[in-house]
Structure formats: C-alpha cells, structure tokens
C-alpha cells in the first residue's frame, strides 16, 4: 500500500498557485495580493478634526480655566467635506467637525465638550495641548509608501485599507473553484422523503463548506446516480467551471463503483490503496481538456472528510499561494487508550482541550468511517503512526487541529 506522505506529494505534483488576475476590492476577499500597493497618496490627506468641537489659536487659551473661561468670537462653521481653504485669525475661533480639515493658523482643536457649545461667540474653559485633537497630513501613510506587500492576505482591513488609497481593484491570486460531486443511486437530497435503502446525502455539504474554509469559491453539484453516463455528462458539465474537482463514493471495490470504473478508462486517474484509516481507496489525476486536477474520495462520510483534510486541502492552498500547505499539529497527551490498525496511519476524531496549561485529546467515539456524529463532536484529528497499534491513556500523541474551538 502506498504511504500518506507519497500520495499527498502526488496530489501536490504539478499543481502551482493560479495565475494572478485583476479582480474588483469586494471580489478579492481572501485572496492573495499578487502586487506591491502603494500609496498614491497621503492618509490623512490634510490635517483635521479628530473631535468634534472649536479650532484655535492654542496661545489664545493660555489661562483658560473652569472658573475662568476665555471667550472667543465664532467666525464659522467647518463641516467635513469643506475644501481646507480656510484660514483662522489670532483671538477668534471656528466650528469645527470630526473629520474636517484644520483651518490654516489654527494649532490645536478644543473638543466642545470643554466648551458652552456657544455659536455665536463661545466660552472656553481649559488650554488645549499644542496639536492637541489634530490628525496630522501623512501620521497614517505617507505619499509613495508600500502599504501592502505582495503575498498578503486580503482580509476585511487590507480590503479596507485598499480602498482608503483610491484602489477600487488589485491585482491577486483568485480563490480556486471547487467543485463538489456525490455519487451513489442511494443518495436523496436532505429535506427529501427517504424511500428504503435511501439516505440523505451528507459528504457535499461537509467537503463544499470544507473547500470554503480552505479559502477555494466551492460548488456544490450535488447528487449523481451511480451510471457511467450520467457520471460523464456532469464532469464535462462541470469543468467549465472547476480548477480542482472532488468527488466521494463509487471508488471501491463494490460492482457499482461507476467512478473508478468510468475514470480508470480514460488513464488519466490513477486509483490506490493508501495506508490510512479511514480512507484507504484514493484516486487522483486530470481531467478534461485543460487537464483539471480531480481527486476522487471514498464515498464514507468520514473518510471522505478525513482524505479532503489530509489530500484536498493542501492542493487548494497551492493553488492559492498559501503556506502551510497542511493543518497545524500540536502534540497532546492522550486521555483514554486506543487501538490503531499496524500498517496504517489512523486519523482518529478526538477534542482536543487545554488542561493545567496542557493540551489533552479525548478520543470521540468508535473510529468506522461512517460515524457521521462523532465527527461532528470532534474538534481535531489524532494521527497515530503506521507502526503504532496501541495509544495507551497518558500517551503523548500527534493532533491535527481542525478548528480553533477549544474547550
Ligand atoms: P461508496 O464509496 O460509494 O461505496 O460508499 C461508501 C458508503 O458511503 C456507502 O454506505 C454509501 O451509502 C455512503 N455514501 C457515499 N456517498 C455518500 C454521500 N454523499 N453522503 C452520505 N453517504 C454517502
Ligand atoms: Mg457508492
């Protein structure tokens, strides 16, 4: 049987992040940044208000005091928007709001809370800082300065930050598209009465939201009777708009197993056995005319699960350009003793917690590969090496940790 390690190494084969396209701001969500973004410009583009309140002359306010205000005549009001054309003379002041630009000549700006709120003349009642509540021209960007570098990260604020230096497109590495097939005759749509011998379809949902979280555009195609045409028909349909596809089901041993049957004949998708449980039938190669990369999952729900984590989710990640390729593993003593088959390294479901400072993994339930609850009250996988048969309780194990939600 082949390794883990050497069939991720051969989905990974020849897959390299896709080619950088311009895309619009809100388009670009999650992506990676394939330009250096500079600014055009200043931020703040001129001084102004950071407070709602009177710009001024600080030296005019020089003893003011509760008990004794200084009281200024209000020559205007400087709403934000204003063109910052306007000057202040000595002795007088002006309205002014957040976001505003700071009239020529005025050195500080008095928040009204420090004052009687007057609008013909107003009184005020303490001795602003020099500076004090101005946003200086340039304090956040300077003009020409690099403020994201290539390989970032399109987050909320780089969006936003992006959009505050004028850029309403960038350049970027596109989320790849995924998509997602089920097949089986067996398989009913959720929500859908179930004859006998049917149950609901259940790996589209997990690997579509699983491809999503990998940070791919994921489809999800749905249901595919096990028949060698049909099967066909909806892969041409798809490839228009996949980068990577992913099947689950039809690639065991069984007589029904329409997909290896089907992709075995094209000779460009290769089935294997790989050393793991759960997960052991894997199939990889490309199809169509672009020779789009498609992974072909065992149909059992956790193993579909497990092979997308270990197989899929490095792939999407290069394409995208991210690194680590693989989840994060941190090392957790082991609360409960297992078994683990020789010859196989087992990705058993466990939650992982932090106890005394320490991490501590529970096993969740009995580890068949069709345990759909029990994968739902896992927070992380415990890999146990291929030689490894028994993990006693208090054991020190490897856990692969799929969500940050620990108790
Ligand atoms: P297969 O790999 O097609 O032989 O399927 C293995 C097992 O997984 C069978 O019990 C199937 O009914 C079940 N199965 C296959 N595909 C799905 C799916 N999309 N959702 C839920 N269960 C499935
Ligand atoms: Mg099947």
């Known amino acids: 049987m082949k390794s883990v390690d050497d069939h991720l190494q051969d989905c990974l084969e020849g897959i390299t992040a896709l080619e950088a396209i311009d895309l619009q701001l809100l388009d670009a969500h999650g992506c990676i940044l394939a330009e250096e973004v500079v600014a055009p410009w200043a931020i703040p583009g001129f001084d102004n208000a950071s407070h709602d309140g009177y710009a001024v002359h600080a030296a005019d306010l020089a003893n003011a005091s509760e008990s004794a205000p200084v009281e200024l005549p209000v020559m205007g009001d400087i709403p934000a928007g204003r063109p910052a054309t306007l000057s202040l003379q000595p002795g007088t002041t002006m309205r ?10 005025a050195d500080a700006v008095v928040p009204v809370e420090w004052t009687d709120a007057g609008i013909a003349n107003v009184k005020i009642k303490r001795t602003p800082d020099l500076g004090a509540h101005i946003r200086r021209i340039g304090s956040d960007v300077l003009g020409g300065e690099q ?7 399109l987050g909320p604020a780089q969006l936003g930050l992006l959009a505050a230096v004028g850029r309403d497109r960038v350049v970027c590495r596109p989320k790849p598209r995924v998509v997602v097939l089920s097949t089986g005759s067996e398989l009913v749509e959720p929500g859908m009465p179930l004859l006998p011998g049917q149950i609901s379809e259940s790996n589209s949902f997990a690997l579509t939201a699983a491809a999503k979280e990998a940070g791919a555009l994921a489809y999800r195609v749905g249901i595919v009777l096990d028949d060698p045409r049909k099967l066909l028909d909806t892969l041409e349909d798809q490839l228009i708009r996949a980068d990577l596809i992913v099947t689950t ?11 290896k049957e089907v992709l075995s004949r094209l000779g460009t998708v290769e089935f294997e056995k790989v050393a793991m449980q759960p997960g052991m039938p894997q199939g990889r190669g490309t199809i169509g005319p672009d020779s789009t990369p498609i992974f072909t999952l065992p149909g059992n729900p956790v193993s579909a699960y497990v092979s997308f984590e270990v197989f899929v989710r490095p792939v999407i990640r290069r394409m995208l350009g991210v690194e680590p390729l693989v989840r994060p593993t941190v090392r957790a003593v082991c609360s409960d003793a297992f078994s683990s088959p020789d010859g196989k390294r087992q990705f058993a479901r466990g939650w992982l917690s932090v106890e005394d400072g320490r991490y501590v993994v529970r ?45």
Do not use: F, K, W
Request: hydrophobic share 45%.
């Open 249 to 259: 089901g039809g690639v065991s041993a069984g007589a029904y197993d329409v997909v």
């Open 363 to 407: 096993p969740v339930g009995a580890q068949s590969s069709h345990l759909v609850n029990d994968l739902a009250h896992a927070n992380c996988l415990i890999v146990v090496p291929e030689q490894v048969t028994d993990v006693p309780a208090g054991g020190t194990v490897t856990v692969m940790v799929l969500e940050r939600r620990l108790s």
């Open 96 to 105: 002014i709001m957040t976001g505003a630009p700071v009239p020529d000549g």
């Open 147 to 153: 403020v994201l570098a290539e390989g970032t990260r």
